[in-house]
């Protein structure tokens, strides 16, 4: 179909106020759903370990960035009413309140259900007071050896401030008593960070390390007379406010403002329910914290640190190993030959990310055909094997351009750190635009092959190039020599890279000119077709869906009559089903073993489907302040193998959440007698087979 990059729906029917959901509750709703993958009996123990970790890092996250945005844009008078229709203090307030009812049900699965079980398995977690006197012992030895020479206990009184609590910090608030002036202080103990969370006691035994240092206070406070002690924690704003002025380097702007980050305000303070009101008056009044702000729960408080339980060699705990599948570029065949035969779509992390993808620029760094290597890298881990062969490529005299995000949230200084590597080493580092991250995932290769004829081998992805991650987050790749994508990645290099002003493209849609209303004008083809009587249907996968203006696009579409399905992993801001709405509309969400990742988008049109894949997921931030690119997939058997894995996901016999116009989820049962696929494990189990078969 044609498209006119700037066409946008309009309607002289207004839409009604309150069609949007509110993002913020929507996504504590998905962290929600992240816990009942915790509380679910029926999966590893070890696993449901690790959900009540990732529900811990991701509250973590969320009230380092949302909460604390929100807060900042209340302080200075930015803040205006959300989408949803809701005043900031009302969004503020319910955000609160689903928050720690959510912190209240977490501790609870730790304490009733979790902890519980584990001791039935052997591995203990423990309080001081439960461990052996043999156990004790050793960790008497250990603190006086390992702990005590790293703590620094900090009193305070008329010489001594309150100090600075940095955030995410685990916190030890002790009451002393002078016994000769009776006379009694408060001192603040930071728990070590870079030590273990849980110490072992003895084998498969462990204690929290807060409770190690509290059996041990008298040593760091002696003489005195410890009254009283309890754990806190604080979370802080951590979101970055980088001033994107050309006259300063985006670099030393950025590590500037990682500096300042850790002097954020306080957005959260966490007590265990145990605190006396005396001292949490004390931490509320230094602290300057709201009641509201305030999350007392039953401790050990910091349960991200479950993390390292979950990690425990048991593998009777935990999912069964698999191995990814080798098939989609057998390693006997030049990768070269294999995408000039054919475009190749690989399905992580069923499909080795390492013999694909990684191979790709590894073989492109060797290959002394190889002239150049394009790439886009958002995040990427420490030891990277893509980050090791861009820069053998370019020290062996291939020009090697790489264009870094640093401001990839939470990787700042990770990026950084290698980015000033690439350079060293010859490659030529970009730092992408003023006032828009790049996080389209693009490689580009340029050739001379055997035939004389220069040839583009490009990869358009929906993740990051990390080999680590690539294991856990389900995400898509096409690998292709198809001349049209070649001209397109290399156009959007060049825009990356110079200073075109490109904003079309033969198969991609590239954000912020074009991918909105490329999506848009194709909804809106899918209601002419259904008011023509040809075949219509639209098929969404993404991480978030929260754009009102593709919202509204589908509302339209549904109130036509087209059907509409969203399997989304996070957000929703859509309200599905309503009556005259979105009647047509159905949202379904997947979570499980791995990271649903992927971003597909899926027309009909009119009984030749039109599928895209790439970079973007639905949210202001992607389609107007980021760099992104979908990709046309044209392969036919490819296509029906995206369109026949969305056709899974929303089947009604599939384990999932389905979601209702109140913005409430429930997850899928089954009838009795029967089980609903789990759609990851079905996708390893085709992958194992056809690694047998094929």
Known sequence: MTVNPGHLPHSDEALPDDRFLDREESWLRFNQRVLELAEDPALPLLERVRFLSIFASNLDEFFMVRVAGLARRMATGLAVQSASGRQPREVLERTAGVAHELMLRHAAAFRNEIRPALGKEGIDILR????????????????????????????????????????????????????????????????????????????????????????HLGQLFIGMEVVEHHAFRVTRNQDLEIDDDISEGLLQALERELLRRRFGPVVRLEVEESISDGVLELLTEELQVHDSQIYRVGGPLDLGGLAAIADLDRPELKYVPFVPSKVALPEDVSIFTAIRERDVLVHHPYDSFTTSVQRLIEDAAADKRVLAIKQTLYRTSGDSPIVDALMNAAEAGKQVVVVVELKARFDERANIAWARKLETAGCHVVYGFVGLKTHCKIALIVRQDADGTLRRYCHIGTGNYHPKTARLYEDFGLLTANPEVGEDVSALFNHLTGYSRQNSYHRLLVAPNSLRSGLVQRIEHEIENHRAGHAARIRIKCNSLVDEVVIDALYRASQEGVPVEVWVRGICALRPGVPGLSETIKVRSVLGRFLEHSRVFAFEN???????????????????????????????????????????????????????????????????????????THLVRSRRWRTVDG
């Open 606 to 680: 009119g009984g030749e489907p039109e599928v895209w894949l790439g970079s973007a997921d639905l949210m202001h931030r992607n389609l107007d302040r980021r760099v992104e690119a979908l990709v046309s997939v044209n392969d036919r058997a490819q296509r029906e193998e995206l369109l026949t894995l969305l056709d899974t996901a929303m089947d009604d016999g599939t384990q999932a959440w389905t979601l209702a116009g109140d913005g409430t989820w429930t997850r899928a049962t089954a009838p009795p007698g029967e089980a609903l696929l789990d759609i990851q």
């Open 128 to 215: 001081w007071d439960e461990l052996a006197e043999t156990e004790q012992e050793r960790l008497r030895r250990l603190f006086r050896d390992r702990i005590y020479p790293v703590l620094t206990p900090l009193v305070v009184d008329s010489a001594h401030p309150f100090p600075y609590i940095s955030g995410l910090s685990l916190n030890l608030a002790v009451i002393v008593r002078d016994p000769e002036t009776d006379a009694t202080m408060f001192a603040r103990v930071k728990v070590p960070p870079l030590l273990p969370r849980f110490i072992e006691a003895s084998a498969d035994r462990f204690t929290p390390l807060e409770d190690v240092i509290a059996a």
